[in-house]
């Protein structure tokens, strides 16, 4: 008996050393270059920037002074790369053939898997940080790892992006992206931070909800209307949170700021900050900006993303209210 529970326990003991160890937590939403440099090795960085941008990936930065970041480049050594545009889908509703919609699970697994990552560890999105719509293309990403499987405590975001690693003074590798296909998978879908067209619809008729319209103010009273949307203005009873209120650029950084700063903006605006909430914009780009805001640096888990936005709203023959011809 006495061999056999020696033999057990240096069993246990060398199946405790080969089985992988639990994945580590990430410490919030936002995470400080300090915090992805001390963990470098235990997370999944993705960079992710949009198009043209991406060449930015292999491009020398330039600092100018003070520290100052003139031109963001090159990356978050060991970092993956995100085209912004291949994580959206073109799909096809009541007939209307509709860009930049929220993807299918096989969509945006496939895109996953083609920017190489792989399932299992803690993920640091790194936004290019030079400027709100590059934060909010990290928002969106955020919000689509969180819809298809990925936990709170697996996901978050650098704060400043690349821009705030370069100002903190840490150096970046300008080294191709990888091209080994990844493995991760959506898993599930988490339908508490989506908002539905016919959920929009619900929410509008019986009031539950407030909604929060994340474009720049002219597009909000309909004196633009971007050529992706069939009519101008806005949701009838929306609030306006303009894009240059959702971020704020210091020396060329543009970071997410606290949550005693959104209070006071959503304060000025008349937005509550613990009512629940439905965020929007043209194809929720900008919206992922707010809903991530609302939901996770105020921390009201009653928000939702109207991920398609605008896009799907008006090409679907339904009304916005706007300034009068």
Same mark, same amino acid.
Not at 27 to 47: A, K, M, Y
Not at 134 to 153: C, H, I, K, V, W
């Given at each position: 008996?006495?061999?056999?529970?020696?033999?057990?326990?240096?069993?246990?003991?060398?199946?405790?050393?080969?089985?992988?160890?639990?994945?580590?937590?990430?410490?919030?939403?936002?995470?400080?270059?300090?915090?992805?440099?001390?963990?470098?090795?235990?997370?999944?960085?993705?960079?992710? +920037?949009? #198009?043209?941008?991406?060449?930015?990936?292999?491009? *020398?930065?330039? @600092?100018? &002074?003070?520290?100052? /970041?003139?031109?963001?480049?090159?990356?978050?050594?060991?970092?993956?790369?995100?085209d912004f545009e291949t994580i959206r889908q073109t799909r096809v509703e009541d007939g209307k053939r509709?860009?930049?919609?929220?993807?299918?699970?096989?969509?945006?697994?496939?895109?996953?898997?083609?920017?190489?990552?792989?399932?299992?560890?803690?993920?640091?999105?790194?936004?290019?940080?030079?400027?709100?719509?590059?934060?909010?293309?990290?928002?969106?990403?955020?919000f689509q790892l969180r819809y298809f499987g990925e936990p709170a405590d697996q996901v978050a975001l650098?704060?400043?992006?690349?821009?705030?690693?370069?100002?903190?003074?840490?150096?970046?590798?300008?080294?191709?992206?990888?091209? +080994?296909? #990844?493995?991760?998978?959506?898993?599930?879908?988490? *339908?508490?931070? @989506?908002? &539905?067209?016919?959920? /929009?619809?619900?929410?509008?008729?019986?009031?539950?909800?407030?909604?929060?319209?994340?474009?720049?103010?002219?597009?909000?009273?309909?004196?633009?209307?971007?050529?992706?949307?069939?009519?101008?203005?806005?949701?009838?009873?929306?609030?306006?949170?303009?894009?240059?209120?959702?971020?704020?650029?210091?020396?060329?950084?543009?970071?997410?700021?606290?949550?005693?700063?959104?209070?006071?903006?959503?304060?000025?605006?008349?937005?509550?900050?613990?009512?629940?909430?439905?965020?929007?914009?043209?194809?929720?780009?900008?919206?992922?900006?707010?809903?991530?805001?609302?939901?996770?640096?105020?921390?009201?888990?009653?928000?939702?993303?109207?991920?398609?936005?605008?896009?799907?709203?008006?090409?679907?023959?339904?009304?916005?209210? *706007?300034?009068?011809?």
């Amino acid at each position: 008996m006495a061999i056999l529970k020696h033999w057990l326990g240096a069993t246990v003991l060398a199946l405790a050393a080969v089985a992988p160890a639990a994945a580590m937590d990430v410490p919030g939403p936002l995470v400080t270059p300090q915090w992805l440099h001390d963990h470098i090795g235990q997370v999944t960085v993705l960079t992710i +920037a949009d #198009g043209d941008q991406t060449r930015l990936f292999t491009t *020398a930065p330039k @600092l100018g &002074t003070n520290g100052a /970041v003139d031109n963001v480049g090159g990356h978050v050594p060991g970092s993956l790369l995100v085209d912004f545009e291949t994580i959206r889908q073109t799909r096809v509703e009541d007939g209307k053939r509709l860009q930049a919609m929220l993807p299918t699970p096989a969509f945006f697994t496939a895109a996953m898997d083609r920017a190489g990552l792989d399932a299992g560890k803690p993920i640091v999105i790194v936004p290019l940080g030079d400027g709100v719509i590059a934060m909010d293309m990290g928002t969106r990403l955020f919000f689509q790892l969180r819809y298809f499987g990925e936990p709170a405590d697996q996901v978050a975001l650098l704060n400043g992006g690349t821009g705030a690693w370069l100002h903190a003074g840490y150096a970046t590798s300008t080294s191709p992206a990888p091209t +080994a296909p #990844g493995n991760w998978k959506a898993t599930k879908l988490d *339908a508490s931070i @989506l908002a &539905t067209l016919e959920q /929009v619809k619900s929410a509008l008729r019986t009031g539950s909800d407030q909604f929060v319209d994340a474009r720049p103010t002219p597009q909000f009273l309909g004196l633009e209307t971007p050529g992706i949307d069939k009519s101008a203005g806005h949701l009838p009873g929306a609030l306006s949170f303009p894009t240059d209120a959702i971020a704020r650029t210091e020396d060329g950084v543009t970071t997410f700021m606290t949550p005693r700063d959104y209070a006071w903006i959503f304060a000025t605006y008349g937005i509550s900050a613990t009512r629940p909430t439905i965020t929007y914009c043209n194809t929720g780009h900008l919206a992922s900006g707010a809903w991530f805001v609302v939901h996770e640096i105020l921390g009201n888990k009653q928000s939702r993303l109207y991920a398609n936005s605008m896009n799907e709203w008006t090409n679907l023959g339904n009304p916005t209210v *706007a300034l009068p011809e």
